[in-house]
């Protein structure tokens, strides 16, 4: 195999929107040849739109609306994937691998859903599936638990990976404004889609961690596996709440295996203000992956964006243009990964019960927690609004299964006293710095 | 070329001390054939060490005190040199590439001292040159900066490298303590050595900045252009001021093209303390880079130690397990990066002047500057010590260019009412988020 050499590779896009047109002005200005000398040339030969009338960075003799242009073009070596989403992109997708040509994605939701099934493809056709974009913009992450990494025993991955749901949870915690209001204004300046629940209700950080943990841990991880909670439902007393007791929330997706076995979960959840992740704020995103040799390491940057991921895209071609004869090869599965239910999950639980204004009602409330060997921390808060005759309980309970919480959640719903229990928020661990 | 295949590929190991241990331990226990499956399994074969009566976690047999038993070994397919220093680590490494070895180090000083023609001489014998571990212990930077990042135009990069540093001006910020002070502590609790001239006067940091801009502006980086400073003088009243202004001091290494031109600068700097950087604290080390196309990085980790340093070793070992036969292939140089002389570097200064106890002297001072073309930000601080007749101006100048701020310096240090320039000490620009 010669790894040199002068021959173009001929690239195909699918889909020119934001992202494919930052990629497409990557190729064309020929960023890839003045910086990697010695590898093939990347040769922009087709790009798919639906829509042929629209303006492109494109010169129009490469514009096509057909897909087979790109798929059943022997010119094309490599096919550059940005439609999102799930279909047509996995059958374009797999199409590509089956005709022998390389994949570059930034598709977190075909990765996600279809990962195993893609990667064994690229493996079978001799050829390369490489989506370093669908996860944290250009954050070189695929990249480092791909290759730098590899020797390490990965024992967790906590990240902040959903610009839209940090930057919604950003702005109301600084101005303690409602969620709808500080999404209507987040979709009014293009930071949310009119329809905001894949951000919103977890969905996309849900994609990318399946994606990280399947990498990090070597297991397949399936997504009803994952325990999945947006951020709908905070309330901007909690984040109040929270920030008077030394807590900031954010939506973390993590993976973790904590000697008992992988769970990989997306809540909200208060942090601590000491620690680093407190203070990623806006479209920021982090990753904080923690080895057994290299402790933890901490990567951050922009999360989205058309050049940040055009980065990504720019960066995985190069890599082909660079090994055109490379495969994808997948770390080995583990066969000896245990995994852990959401219910034998153990933290300290944040609770703001509604309660009817009366004595007695703490001591029945404190009474099921008891029952349930559940012990309260502190509680924080007592408010009683008497022109309606309720008061706010908000309890910090000592580490908890989850499964006893829940059960505990229902009794207390069920208590005459109780009108309703308004926010259960998980607190996140933090070992103490060492 | 076949990349998989089971033949196995032999590894020396030229240095086994703690770095070296924790890599020999990886090795034996067969770390990465664990994770990696398909890849060529990496052997211990010989294990080069000076005093071969010392325990070691390698078996007796694998020892011996002759560094060709592993350079002339036609058994040793890799050779991994963990000696540290120019010499004789350099001859060894320039012998394994010219006997068609591949090569893994984490030597800074030899590859900051002769990686041009290191790296020319692993390409010209079809071999690998490999030093993930040189800089940054097992934070991956030279991964990204060779791989992830290649579409990007690096505009700076700017770290915390140094630990040692890092740690004592950590101390004397929390502690209030002298430098000697700490530096004895920290000499006695390991985190320094006996000599500790590379640590302290920035010797280390400016091998480690060396090797990433070369990597990051495609630039031969000469060390004699490099601008370095250590923090020996640092007093602790210009950590108290430093504190009262909003500033933490750090050693800096930064390698920053601002436009007109690359320079390479380490020294101690006013740090704002709302930017990250001012918060990473004790043996952490923080390297972020500045791309054209995905913005601000920041990857950040534990600095040393034997773990991290040994999980970057493996990560290139497994490199090379995965593909052995590729090249090391340097990024082209670029013909075309000019260099700025620190003489036209710009920005703010903090100085500390020891005077006279008198009137006018603060008129003389201001005059000084004025000639220059520097003006007064703030004077933050007048203390008189009645008792010596002397008083401390501590000053923030506007930007100001290098050259003309020396030249005061120096006419200040002429002026009969100054007794002393007791600090001078540039503040770090960092631009606004956006």
């Known amino acids: 195999m010669s790894e040199s050499g002068s021959r173009a590779l001929g690239v195909g896009l699918l889909g020119v929107g934001v992202v494919g047109s930052a990629v497409a002005e990557a190729l064309l200005s020929g960023r890839s040849q003045a910086n990697v000398p010695g590898s093939h040339p990347l040769e922009l030969r087709v790009a798919v739109v639906r829509d042929l009338t629209k303006e492109r960075p494109v010169p129009a003799g490469l514009l096509s609306d057909d897909a087979s242009s790109v798929l059943s073009n022997p010119a094309i070596d490599i096919v550059v994937e940005l439609m999102g989403g799930e279909e047509p992109a996995r059958t374009s997708i797999a199409a590509a691998l089956s005709a022998g040509k390389h994949v570059v994605t930034a598709n977190k939701e075909a990765l996600a859903k279809h990962g195993g099934e893609l990667i064994a493809l690229a493996e079978q056709n001799g050829v390369r599936l490489l989506y370093e974009a669908s996860v944290g913009g250009g954050i070189p992450i695929i990249g480092p638990l791909s290759s730098d990494l590899l020797a390490n025993e990965v ?79 905070i309330d901007p007393v909690d984040i109040s709440n929270a920030a008077r007791m030394g807590f900031t929330i954010k939506l973390l997706a993590v993976a973790r295996d904590d000697g008992r076995g992988l769970l ?110 559940i012990s309260i921390d502190s509680v924080i808060q007592m408010d009683s609004d008497s022109g309606r005759g309720v008061a706010d309980i908000v309890l910090m309970t000592h580490p908890a299964r989850e499964q006893e919480m829940q059960a505990a959640i229902t009794e207390l719903t069920a208590l005459e006293s109780v009108v309703e229990v308004a926010s259960l928020l998980r607190v996140e661990d933090y070992p103490d710095p060492s």
Chains 1, 2 share one sequence.
């Open 155 to 233: 024992k967790s991955i906590r990240a902040i990976i959903n610009g839209t749901t940090n930057y919604i949870l950003t702005r109301m915690s600084n101005e303690g404004d409602t969620f709808d209001d500080v999404l209507a204004d987040a979709q009014a300046l293009g930071y949310a889609e009119a329809d905001p629940t894949a951000d919103v209700d977890g969905y996309d950080a849900m994609y990318k961690i399946a994606i990280l943990a399947r990498l990090a841990f070597r297991a397949p991880v399936e997504l009803d596996s994952i325990y999945r909670e947006g951020i709908r439902s």
């Open 264 to 373: 990989v979960r997306v809540h909200p959840a208060l942090v601590p203000n000491e620690v680093p992740m407190a203070k990623v704020d806006g479209v920021l995103n982090v990753c904080e992956i923690e080895g057994d040799l290299v402790g933890p390491l901490w990567l951050q940057g922009r999360g989205a964006g058309a050049e940040a991921t055009a980065s990504a895209v720019m960066g995985d071609l190069i890599r082909i243009a660079r090994a055109p004869g490379s495969q994808t090869r997948p770390r080995g599965l583990s066969a000896t990964t245990e995994r852990l239910a959401m219910d034998d999950h153990v933290c300290q639980y944040y609770t703001r019960l509604v309660v009817q204004d009366q004595p007695g009602v703490l001591a029945g409330v404190a009474g099921v927690l008891g029952n349930r060997r």
